[in-house]
């Protein structure tokens, strides 16, 4: 059955499928938390491999607007090479999988990552592409975990590898802007951060330990947004200011649930508290001015405020990548700049790296 209630085997919609007689929606925007399926690109798959869960299509009727999920393969089926160059053509780059399944698809993307391993030469890109969606599916099971703090030991090892990945050839660090996602949710949000954060320390020749850090409050800098209202962090219409006043307790938040779990370094949290700081002193919580913040600050701030922008949103089209840096640069508060000028240098610098 798929995910509305009608019988449809996976047979049955690859035949249609491939018949092009279903219309499929190319791509997904995820405004809230309560879908029931969750997009899992096809690059990260195993051809010639067994799955372990159902993996489903999104379509529509032609003349309706209905959404539904249709199985495409069941669990225990094969994703035949021939149906990938099939898919490729008609355009299609994603499935999606039950939330149900969750653990199962993690799981899965691990083996995937040990047979590359396995497999020796690899193109850097192949395995960082399922490296990030790995890592992006494990950061939506440690938000939604009560226990939180057993997880962070397996997102310091996650981007300590995907580090090492991007170390291991200078060219590397130009597949960062291949890899971010399109469209929002928060775990994309954070994990496109986390990319753009380790790509400019590394740009800028930080250690390792030093992009770790920054990596890891990247990850979770928007931590505290889990703990706000639903209605009020998917809201497409202009929040209230009393709603505003809300949304920007996040830092906050996000320090508080990470101190409590006594498993982040001092730095990451400082980092995650000071993620909405401005270099002319006015951003919040805490207001600090540029010479009292961490100096890497600047850093987050900047590559979460372009993530903001470029990536597409429910209410608005992403940004060009250099519209959205000219958009940075004109943005001043009451005493000047909010980006800090040669920060904002070195990260066009990075976005040019050829």
Sequence with gaps: MDGNGSKMSGHNTREQLFANRLKVHRRNFCSNGTTSYFPLYLRALMVGEKLSFSLYVKVSGEDSQEVKFLPFLESEEILEPSWVEMLQRLGVDRFYFHRGDLDLVIAYLNNHLLLLDSRGEVHPKEKLLVLVEHLNFSLRRSFNS?????????????????IQELEKD?????LVWELLYQHYTLYNHSLNVCLLGIGLMLFLHKSRRESLIMGLACLFHDLGLTRIPEEILYRTEPLTPEEKEIIMTHPQLGFQILKETSAMPPEVMQLVLEHHENADGSGYPQG?????????TR?????????????HRPYRQALKPFAALKALQDQVGPEGRIFDHRTLVNFIRFLAVP
């Design 146 to 162: 009560p226990h939180l703090g057993r997880h962070i030991h397996l997102a310091q090892i996650q981007v300590e590898r995907l």
């Design 170 to 174: 200078p060219t590397s660090l130009k």
């Design 288 to 296: 600090l001015a540029l010479n009292k913040q961490h100096p890497w």
């Design 299 to 311: 850093i987050i701030r900047l590559v979460d405020a372009y993530d903001g922008l470029s990536g």
